[in-house]
């Protein structure tokens, strides 16, 4: 056979291959929206759930989403300034919730939590941000600077390696068992929201976690310290011929990511009244669905992507699977958020928002 003929045939062998990935690409989403839209239809006709219902689970899923906006936060503005992505992010959270679990438990125990509830919860959040973030700048330093100029794969398995140190340090100190959070008096029960009874703790958790997040961004996109950020994000050589402290800006990112975490855990713990040594690894990975669902390295899209995921994970299973017979449909939520995910990066590879930390404006 002939050289040309070898050509073709190659040509011709490389032109199938890629018609039958495409086909396959195509054949899964037809599939997955055929799935969507069918359940959903047969759920809604069913009237198995009244709207009281629907509107729990979408406020449940809120409340979850947001700690995940928060956690995603973390991984976001790392990939923007490093473009690596923090595998131990996850045990950072944990770090934060199962240290805060001990002052909030001395706090319960004095019955000063009962008797002053908001600065000791206060007081529980930010021993929680603290431990986060001094922990997140014990591993940037000796996990990651030593192999920042490395290639990508070596501070990658720096970092799960890192993750696999924290929580098997926390479980050699505290052991494989749950630890229950105490339970806050002043978080028990509803408030009417136009008509609508909402469980304060998911209430709280939502307002608070939105709040932390729209500080974040203000300091991102409103001061000096966020213009820093984003020039060394844009460049960062450049940003130190500037005068710019590259090392000092790559410190506080990791530190005010890590608080982000801090928050989220200790709102997590509280939200499900229990903690132990490996509670930051799922929600660890969905936080890192979120960052890439919204667009890795873009804040608004980490908060977007979380927010989504969350609403997702909590009505999908008895929206989407519910109707077509599943028996247990909240067994497969992390299915659904992992399947929106493959989704989301077949349709829009970059993400809902694209991947992006910087701006043109100062």
Not at 93 to 110: C, N, P, T
Not at 150 to 161: H, K, T, Y
């Amino acid at each position: 056979m002939s050289w040309r003929g070898v050509k073709m045939r190659q040509s011709f062998s490389d032109t199938f291959a890629n018609l039958a990935v495409k086909t396959t690409l195509w054949g899964f989403r037809i599939a997955v929206i055929a799935i969507v839209v069918v359940g959903t239809i047969l759920t809604i006709r069913s009237g198995q759930y009244s709207w009281e219902q629907w509107i729990d689970f979408f406020i449940f899923g809120i409340a979850r989403g947001s700690i995940y906006a928060l956690i995603a936060l973390g991984y976001t503005m790392v990939y923007g300034i490093l473009k690596m992505i923090n595998f131990a992010h996850g045990e950072i959270f944990m770090s934060g919730a199962f240290s805060a679990l001990f002052v909030a438990q001395a706090f319960s125990a004095s019955g000063f939590l009962e008797k002053y509830p908001i600065p000791a919860l206060l007081l529980v959040i930010l021993f929680g941000m603290l431990v986060s973030t001094c922990i997140a700048l014990l591993v940037e330093r000796i996990a990651y600077r030593p192999l920042r100029n490395a290639p990508r794969l070596v501070p990658l398995i720096s970092a799960i390696g890192a993750s696999f140190f924290l929580q098997y340090t926390f479980r050699g100190f505290f052991g494989p068992g749950v630890y229950g959070y105490p339970s806050v008096s002043i978080l028990q029960g509803e408030w009417s929201i136009l008509g609508h009874g909402v469980l304060k703790m998911q209430a709280v958790v939502a307002v608070a976690a939105a709040i932390m997040m729209v500080i974040l961004y203000l300091i991102v996109m409103r001061t000096k310290i966020g213009t820093a950020m984003r020039a060394v994000s844009e460049n960062k050589e450049v940003a130190a011929l500037m005068g710019i402290d590259v090392n000092g800006v790559i410190v506080l990112t990791f530190g005010v990511g890590a608080a982000m975490a801090g928050a989220a855990g200790v709102l997590y713990a509280l939200m499900f009244h229990q903690a132990n040594f490996f509670m930051g690894f799922v929600p660890g990975i969905k936080a890192f669905t979120s960052a890439v669902l919204g667009g890795i390295g873009n804040i608004p899209g980490a908060m977007l992507g979380g927010v989504i995921l969350g609403i997702f994970e909590s009505l999908g299973p008895a929206l989407f699977l519910g109707g077509i017979g599943i028996p247990r449909p909240y067994q497969l939520q992390d299915a659904i958020a992992f399947t929106m995910l493959l989704m989301v990066l077949l349709f829009r590879p970059s993400g809902l928002l694209g991947e992006q930390l910087s701006t043109k404006k100062a």
